[in-house]
T-cell receptor, first 114, second 114 residues
């Protein structure tokens, strides 16, 4: 069974401050992990993914995430928040052996304060 | 590559009516997925197709729901005798079989059942 838990349904940061969105996973097999962003009334856009290569993954728009097996975590960070980063962020996990479905967290809404 | 498209973007219906949604995947993608996203939650897997074959269905897909992909291209999701609990965003995604870890999402169809 696979699942993810996103700690903090709402996060507020000042423009230019560090963004840290937390995700912990549970998986019976070595997982693939993903971060998606969703803007209002739009679908999900892939930010980055971990597929068992480098544990530090760089994505679009300056985001990165580090896979930590010992902590079962895959937290998303960005050194300096921009107003355009305000959105809903979802962490997801899937089984690389099947790839059939993703299991998403409940999401974290990021607000950027000017 | 025009991306995944969904139609309609919004649907308002009365309880008990039937509704049908359409998804057009990226043209060369042979896998197509349906997800449901309720307010404040992450997307939940409903079903997926490989070409025209429906290979997996979630327990969330009650007998009032039916999905088809008759020619292995576009797909339809029908909900019969809609209930207020069906109100949600219905998301479609597509991928290649060899890269199922990269699913591309459409903008979704937002269903409101009155």
């Amino acid at each position: 069974a696979q699942s993810v838990t996103q700690l903090g349904s709402h996060v507020s940061v000042s423009e230019g401050a560090l963004v840290l969105l937390r995700c912990n996973y549970s998986s019976s097999v070595p997982p693939y992990l993903f971060w998606y962003v969703q803007y209002p009334n739009q679908g999900l856009q892939l930010l980055l993914k971990y597929t068992s290569a480098a544990t530090l993954v760089k994505g679009i728009n300056g985001f990165e995430a580090e896979f930590k097996k010992s902590e079962t975590s895959f937290h998303l960070t960005k050194p300096s928040a921009h107003m355009s980063d305000a959105a809903e962020y979802f962490c997801a996990v899937n089984d690389p052996n099947t790839g059939n479905q993703f299991y998403f967290g409940t999401g974290t809404s990021l607000t950027v304060i000017p | 590559d025009t991306g995944v498209s969904q139609d309609p973007r919004h649907k308002i219906t009365k309880r008990g009516q039937n509704v049908t949604f359409r998804c057009d995947p990226i043209s060369e993608h042979n896998r197509l997925y349906w997800y449901r996203q309720t307010l404040g939650q992450g997307p939940e897997f409903l079903t997926y197709f490989q070409n025209e074959a429906q290979l997996e269905k979630s327990r969330l897909l009650s007998d009032r729901f039916s999905a088809e992909r008759p020619k292995g291209s576009f797909s339809t999701l029908e909900i019969q005798r809609t209930e207020q609990g069906d109100s949600a965003m219905y998301l479609c995604a597509s991928s290649l079989v060899r890269t199922t870890d990269t699913q591309y999402f459409g903008p979704g169809t937002r269903l409101t059942v009155l």
